[in-house]
Nanobody, 121 residues
Framework: QVHLVESGGGLVQAGGSLRLSCAAS????????MSWFRQAPGKEREFVAA????????YYADSVKGRFTISRDNTKRTVYLQMNSLKPEDTAVYYC??????????????WGQGTQVTVSS
């Protein structure tokens, strides 16, 4: 079992930055690929970014490519999402998930509780 806890969300103006963190406990964190998803009100949960267990490979949704950066520190059992040049359409609850590279949220077993990101125009 892997327990995930996100933090770092908040309210930011358009063009600003936030860094989300996802701390893991239980399981073998360094063995899992990790991903970030987001869900806006009335919309389906969508893939944002994923990172391999070693951190050597990363994957991004087209909508965030060049603005967001996913990284991980296996010694701290934490994965990060650095979000720059934020836009109002980035407003959503952001979730981290463990165990897959899939862009389909139904492929994941382990989820955090989510952290709200609100970008004002």
């Amino acid at each position: 079992q892997v327990h995930l806890v996100e933090s770092g969300g908040g309210l930011v103006q358009a063009g600003g930055s936030l860094r989300l963190s996802c701390a893991a406990s239980g399981g073998t964190f360094s063995g899992y690929p990790m991903s970030w998803f987001r869900q806006a009100p009335g919309k389906e949960r969508e893939f944002v970014a994923a990172i391999s267990w070693s951190g050597s490979s990363t994957y991004y949704a087209d909508s965030v490519k060049g603005r967001f950066t996913i990284s991980r520190d296996n010694t701290k059992r934490t994965v990060y999402l650095q979000m720059n040049s934020l836009k109002p359409e980035d407003t959503a609850v952001y979730y981290c998930a463990a165990g897959s590279y899939s862009r389909t949220w139904t492929s994941y077993t382990y989820w955090g509780q989510g952290t709200q990101v609100t970008v004002s125009s």
